[in-house]
Nanobody, 124 residues
Framework: QVQLVESGGGLVQAGDSLRLACAASGRTFSGYTMGWFRQAPGKKREFVAAIRWSGGNTYYGDSVAGRFTISRDNAKNTVYLQMNSLKPEDTAVYSC?????????????????WGQGTQVTVSS
């Protein structure tokens, strides 16, 4: 059974950095795409970034490109989201997701497995 467990959220000030981690377990993830999504109160879930487990190809949402970096550590079965130059509008619950396939989906319904989410709050 696939399990995704996020960690690293917290309260930071605008301009600060934060690194989220998603520990994945339950299967071999080669052939999977791992994604990060976020959802702010009253808003739809938004695609943040994704990475192909094999090959490391990445893709970013427009609102975070150039500030956030997604990466993975094969030995630790963990995906990271390094968030720099944080803004108050980055405040949201950030969730890790996984799907099997050879593309990099950006819609949440294309992902089969989800973590419980971690809160990120950026104060101005």
């Amino acid at each position: 059974q696939v399990q995704l467990v996020e960690s690293g959220g917290g309260l930071v000030q605008a301009g600060d950095s934060l690194r989220l981690a998603c520990a994945a377990s339950g299967r071999t993830f080669s052939g999977y795409t791992m994604g990060w999504f976020r959802q702010a109160p009253g808003k739809k879930r938004e695609f943040v970034a994704a990475i192909r487990w094999s090959g490391g190809n990445t893709y970013y949402g427009d609102s975070v490109a150039g500030r956030f970096t997604i990466s993975r550590d094969n030995a630790k079965n963990t995906v990271y989201l390094q968030m720099n130059s944080l803004k108050p509008e980055d405040t949201a619950v950030y969730s890790c997701a996984a799907t099997f396939g050879f593309t990099i989906p950006t819609m949440d319904y294309e992902y089969n497995y989800w973590g419980q989410g971690t809160q990120v709050t950026v104060s101005s």
